[in-house]
């Protein structure tokens, strides 16, 4: 079985991707392991891939500047009115970077690309406000349903992070991922069969 960065590297060569998957795991505890230093007025939008690299970074409670990203990751509780798509457990620190082991993984890519994945995973589901963007309607609502979530990203993520306009986030729980590899044989098999005949 191939292991999770392979399993990154496969689907970001098969799709054509820019960027690899970056993975994303919340912690229930916080074993104090630091990360990479965050910049100051850090927000959850700007972790596009080509930030990250090889990085690693651990997310807490008022790391982030985003006015809602506390909430949305379950750091805190909505106390007058309750926003959605959010972690609705107690989340104690977030971590960004490795594929290994994550809740969810998170894709950047194209329209194109979203259309190859959502056949990879069977469907992805999509509800856009154009609000919470990627911590909310990607990643959380994939996060809470255990089911592929599309966003068109967000007025934050266009303007403090650098996703290109034609870009969007796909978000998948981890037990997906790891089926990815599987998917991609059929569809290319699949492919072939439909150029032969």
Same mark, same amino acid.
């Given at each position: 079985?191939?292991?999770?960065? +392979?399993?990154?590297?496969?689907?970001?060569?098969?799709?054509?991707?820019?960027?690899?998957?970056?993975? !994303?795991?919340?912690?229930?505890e916080d074993d104090g392991r630091p990360g990479e230093p965050?910049? +100051?007025?850090?927000?959850?939008?700007?972790?596009?891939?080509?930030?990250?690299?090889?990085?690693?970074?651990? *997310?807490?409670?008022?790391?982030?500047?985003?006015?809602?990203?506390?909430?949305?990751?379950?750091? =805190?509780?909505?106390?007058?009115?309750?926003?959605?798509?959010?972690?609705?457990?107690? =989340?104690?620190?977030?971590?960004?970077?490795?594929?290994?082991?994550?809740?969810?993984?998170?894709?950047? *890519?194209?329209?194109?690309?979203?259309?190859?994945?959502?056949?990879? *995973?069977?469907?992805?589901?999509?509800?856009?406000?154009?609000?919470?963007?990627?911590?909310?309607?990607?990643?959380?609502?994939a996060y809470n349903t255990g089911k592929p979530s599309l966003?068109?990203?967000?007025?934050?993520?266009?303007?403090?992070?650098?996703?290109?306009?034609?870009?969007? !986030?796909?978000?998948?729980?981890?037990?997906?991922?790891?089926?990815?590899?599987?998917?991609?044989?059929?569809?290319?098999?699949?492919?072939?069969?439909?150029?032969?005949?």
């Amino acid at each position: 079985m191939l292991e999770a960065r +392979e399993i990154g590297q496969a689907v970001k060569a098969f799709l054509g991707l820019s960027y690899a998957p970056i993975g !994303v795991k919340i912690l229930t505890e916080d074993d104090g392991r630091p990360g990479e230093p965050l910049a +100051e007025g850090a927000r959850f939008c700007p972790f596009h891939p080509h930030l990250l690299g090889e990085s690693t970074f651990i *997310l807490r409670p008022g790391d982030l500047e985003c006015p809602n990203v506390d909430l949305i990751l379950g750091f =805190t509780r909505p106390r007058y009115v309750d926003v959605q798509p959010r972690i609705a457990g107690e =989340t104690k620190a977030v971590r960004l970077g490795p594929l290994e082991e994550a809740d969810v993984v998170l894709f950047t *890519l194209n329209a194109n690309q979203a259309m190859t994945l959502a056949v990879l *995973l069977g469907g992805v589901e999509a509800e856009c406000k154009g609000e919470i963007a990627v911590c909310g309607e990607a990643l959380a609502r994939a996060y809470n349903t255990g089911k592929p979530s599309l966003t068109l990203l967000c007025r934050g993520a266009l303007d403090f992070g650098p996703f290109a306009k034609e870009e969007l !986030v796909v978000a998948v729980p981890y037990q997906d991922f790891l089926r990815l590899p599987q998917a991609m044989v059929k569809y290319a098999t699949l492919s072939q069969a439909a150029i032969d005949h």
